[in-house]
């Protein structure tokens, strides 16, 4: 049962009792998955954190807003059908790596067997978090206005969190500094100014400059330096 359409109003999912009354008690993999992969768990709720950010940046209403922070915190629940892979100790085989980028596919499968996530905003956004504005992204290769706008800030707002994590996330090394270390905004800053389109939708990348980057206060509740 996921309650009745009353509970279905936005709630602060930032907080225990919020997830509990958003059903996601009865989202198994996501639980079994942040068990196994707490890294992943801190990663989800700042992209989350950061996808609410961003959504606000853009003027956008209340449900597509919420509708950005589900997304944003169940982004990888895919990765559970590739945990052998995500937990490894160690460099990946190149099987493994072209193991983990059906991640994606599986966090949309999942989600849309939950009617409370099962909305196109919410599955798309997940399955295009790792889609490229110039089509070189996985796990379909979409590019442009093929990825929904969900699609295109996720992926914004879940490249920043890896690069300047202090815990590395999988695939994502070449986000950050050639030893592998965290960027600092500036140099994230950098990275987005120079992309030109290449990763990033760049209406996108402008606002997450502005409205994200050019908001110290915004980027010390994420405990980064600033
Ligand atoms: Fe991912
Ligand atoms: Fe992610």
Redesign the pocket.
Known sequence: MYGNSASLAPVNIFTPSGLMNLGYDSLSPMHALWLLDPDTRTHSYRVAHIAEKMGTGLGLDGTTIDDLKKAGLL??VGKIAVQSIVLKLGKLTVEEQDGIIW??IYSGIILSKNPRFSTPPITRAAEE??ERNDGGGYPFGKRGDEISLGGKILSIC?GFEAATSRIPMRNYNHLRSGDGHPLTVDDFRQVVMADNGKEYDPEIAGVFIERVLGDREFLRTLCLDV
């Open positions: 982004h990888d991640h994606p978090h790792h879940d």
